[in-house]
């Protein structure tokens, strides 16, 4: 089982990323999937989740409205589209997936916002 994370880096407040996850080695569509990340010295946190049909999501109230989750069960990734990034979005963002008990985590992307 592999997750891959990338797109990650430094960008400007108010600027854009998009981070990627690629997964193989499990069945793919019939999982939950997630981002989290981890702030310096911080807990991990849920920032979205995406059901395994793409039929909904849901969002930390801290995002809403400037990142979006989104994922193609034929290429088996999944993806973050992250707008108007401010300073406190800077984190390790690790993609999860979730299948009732199963988890699967990836190695995680570093972002920082900052000017």
């Known amino acids: 089982v592999q997750l891959g994370e990338s797109g990650g880096g430094l960008v400007q407040p108010g600027g854009s990323l998009r981070l990627s996850c690629a997964a193989s080695g499990f069945i793919f569509s019939s999982y939950v999937m997630s981002w989290y990340r981890q702030a310096p010295g911080k807990g991990r946190d849920l920032v979205a989740t995406?059901?395994?049909?793409?039929?909904?999501?849901n969002y930390a109230d801290s995002v809403k409205g400037r990142f979006t989750i989104s994922r193609d069960n034929a290429k088996n990734t999944v993806h973050l589209q992250m707008n108007n990034l401010k300073p406190e979005d800077t984190a390790v963002y690790y993609c999860?997936?979730?299948?009732?008990?199963?988890?699967?985590w990836g190695q995680g992307t570093q972002v920082i916002v900052s000017s």
């Open positions: 995406i059901s395994s049909t793409a039929g909904s999501t």
């Open positions: 999860n997936a979730r299948f009732y008990i199963t988890n699967y």
